[in-house]
């Protein structure tokens, strides 16, 4: 049973002590509850859909360590798997069969996927990927979606301007005009934006990246069209196009979004879910591409722990688990439950919201909507948000602290967790 009412009192002072020692008080800067206001709540342990604090609080989690517990937090077999592997050594830095049998696993369940590099995080697989489609087509400019996240790499830290498609800004200080110089930005959704962007810089576009549905700018879907329009430009320029699927990859389809639109990318970036809860990200593609890579190419790229028999060991059991028959179809029917659900309480409460789901990702805007991109986004009440986010948590359900973020389900979630999960967003909205 969840808790209505929360004291925090532990994780206060460990907060507190931790702006002393680390900048802000966190590694990650979302984790600091700067967009919504009041202070994060330490974490103590966490078991299929529900999280502890270090007060013994227990909440409804909708954040999955940012998507990586499909199967739900500390799952048995994932645990048991690991305990296994642990025996055997917590890293090699060198060949192992694990790594074969997780490389095999994404390739035949990624339609675009022939080949696959192992890395340590989504970050570190979208600075390689760009390196790659780069020395691939011998041309330097990329473009990407403003709102769109790619990891934090100096390349991808780029603003959008006010017009329909500008040369990008760096969007943080310590980051060299120089790095983004050849970083384009468009809107998200945006076909015309991106075909004025090819056809004024001829030959010289190496590809286009996206989210293909975003989520770091909260949950946004392609407009019927749009993908299948970045596809026929790209081909027609000689620019590859690279799918983002960090977030969606295993999540809204068991192939991603390439599966569940029926649009083959060139490169694929991946992460979270196919490490089952540990460090990993990874690159794949078209073979004559991800040949170029080293050692069997030029392209340098490395990593002492990437492949790691940790990871590739919690990603296995994950992949094995997501194949069980009516997994998908369980994780879309509780997400839509929710995600409806949480949009007819916030209409029958008075509030002008938007949102909706894709298998189980999610998310809820509080503007009339439609979104389509980042601007659109932008347009939401986060002060708003931030009253609602904070009065969920008071009452034991805990959400992306941020307007701009999607959110996750996962198989341990219950349909009993999901209809408390309204009745306490119902709850709020009515004192908002």
């Not at 075909?195 to 975003?214: M, R, T």
């Not at 700018?217 to 983002?244: M, S």
């Not at 569940?260 to 004559?288: H, S, W």
């Amino acid at each position: 049973m969840v808790n209505t009412t929360i004291k925090t009192t532990k994780s206060q002072e460990v907060f507190a002590a931790a702006q002393n020692l680390m900048p802000g008080g966190v590694s990650s800067p979302v984790r600091a509850f700067k967009s919504v206001g009041g202070q994060p709540i330490v974490f103590d342990r966490v078991k299929g859909a529900y999280i502890w604090d270090v007060d013994g609080n227990q909440y409804i989690d909708y954040v999955g360590t940012w998507g990586p517990a499909i199967c739900g937090h500390a799952h048995p077999e994932v645990i048991s798997a690991l305990h296994e592997a642990l025996e055997k050594g917590t890293s090699f830095g060198a060949p192992s069969v694990l790594e074969n049998v997780l490389a095999e696993m994404v390739i035949a369940a990624v339609p675009s996927i022939e080949m696959v590099r192992f890395v340590n995080s989504g970050t570190e697989a979208c600075m390689a990927v760009l390196r790659l489609m780069r020395a691939f087509t011998n041309r330097e400019k990329v473009i990407k979606f403003e709102g769109c996240y790619h990891g934090h790499a100096d390349m991808f830290l780029v603003k959008a301007g006010s017009g329909v498609a500008t040369l990008g800004l760096p969007d943080s200080p310590g980051v060299p005009k120089s790095a983004t110089i050849s970083t384009l930005t468009a809107p998200y959704n945006d076909l015309e934006a991106v075909k004025a962007l090819f056809e004024e810089n001829p030959d010289q576009i190496s590809g286009v990246i996206l989210e293909p549905v975003v989520g770091n700018a909260g949950f946004i879907t392609p407009d019927a069209g749009f993908l299948e329009g970045l596809r026929e430009l790209t081909h027609e320029y000689g620019a590859l196009l690279v799918f983002d699927e960090v977030m969606t990859g295993f999540r809204i389809a068991y192939g991603g979004a390439q599966e569940k639109f029926g649009i083959k990318p060139d490169l694929t970036t991946m992460g979270k879910v196919i490490g089952g809860g540990l460090p990993v990200g990874a690159y794949g593609g078209r073979r004559d591409i991800m040949s170029m890579i080293a050692p069997a190419g030029p392209v340098y790229q490395a990593g002492t722990l990437s492949g790691n028999p940790l990871a590739m060991t919690a990603g296995i059991k994950t992949l094995e688990l997501l194949q069980k028959p009516g997994s998908y179809e369980y994780l879309e029917r509780i997400t839509k439950r929710l995600a409806d659900g949480l949009l007819k309480a916030a209409q029958e409460t008075g509030h002008a919201v938007c949102g909706g789901n894709i298998s189980a990702m999610f998310g809820l805007f509080f503007t009339s909507g439609p979104v389509h991109n980042y601007e659109d986004a932008k347009k939401s009440d986060t002060a708003k948000f931030g009253r609602f986010h904070r009065g969920m948590l008071e009452r034991g359900v805990y959400l992306a602290p941020s307007q701009f973020e999607a959110g996750f389900t996962s198989l341990a979630h219950t349909e009993e967790d999901i209809d408390q999960t309204i009745a306490i967003a119902r709850d709020v909205l009515s004192s908002l």
